[in-house]
């Protein structure tokens, strides 16, 4: 049973829109996120975290938004350039965990110029 | 340039026949972890390691072993590798914002 989900395998978007990724958690001793994304015949990189304590985290063009109660995030990009076009993954970490990750399946942007 | 760097990055072999895949990081970080990543499923954490001659499960660890006897390298062993076990590996340091990954090993198993 996947503890942390994302539902679209794709999304494509057109350039200067925002771009929105979705991610879903079912245990609720995750207390830490974060956002990875990955090239075609790359490691993935990290992008960008939120802690349990926040609603909502910016990094530039790049905002993450943690819904509690849904036990609900999202990645919003804006405004998307082609560059962003990758593999974006979810993942989720509990303070007691000994440091384990768990990932989400991915979700492929894809954005059209 | 801080790297970690695997090898072999393509890999075809035969069930049955012992391989390793080799990691070495020039971080000095003492996390780190083996994942394997297959479609629809994402990531998924084989071993980590806190440090030197420390290791332990992840979530997908049968069909693997791995050992620690120095901060720089992790090697990944599959004993008597199956056709289930092809995928794409990767070798990663450092917990959540500070992991660094590899650049992966495409494995393929006949």
């Known amino acids: 049973d996947q503890q942390v989900k994302q539902n679209s395998p794709s999304l494509s978007v057109q350039e200067g829109r925002i771009s929105i990724l979705n991610c879903d958690y079912t245990n609720s001793m995750f207390d830490y996120f974060l956002w990875y994304k990955k090239y075609p015949a790359e490691g993935p990189t990290f992008l960008i975290s939120i802690s349990s304590i926040k609603d909502k985290n910016e990094d530039g063009r790049f905002t993450v938004f943690l819904n509690k109660s849904a036990k609900h995030l999202s990645l919003h990009i804006v405004p998307s350039q082609p560059g962003d076009s990758a593999v974006y993954f979810c993942?989720?970490?509990?303070?007691?965990?000994?440091?384990?990750?768990?990932f989400g399946s991915g979700t492929q942007l894809t954005v059209l110029p | 340039e801080a790297q970690v760097t695997q090898n072999p990055r393509y890999l075809i072999t035969v069930t049955g026949k012992k391989l390793t895949v080799t990691c070495s990081q020039n971080?000095?970080?003492?996390?780190m972890s083996w994942y394997r990543q297959d479609p629809g499923l994402g990531l998924r954490q084989i071993y980590y390691?806190?440090?030197?001659?420390?290791?332990d499960k992840g979530d997908v660890p049968e069909g693997y072993k791995v050992s620690r006897k120095e901060k720089r390298n992790f090697p990944l062993i599959l004993e008597s590798p199956s056709p289930n076990q092809t995928s794409l590996y990767f070798c990663?340091?450092?917990?959540?914002?500070?992991?660094?990954f590899g650049q992966g090993t495409r494995l393929t198993v006949v």
């Open positions: 990663a340091t450092g917990p959540g914002t500070e992991a660094f």
């Open positions: 971080m000095n970080h003492e996390y």
């Open positions: 390691s806190m440090n030197v001659e420390v290791t």
């Open positions: 993942a989720a970490d509990s303070s007691g965990s000994a440091r384990q990750l768990t």
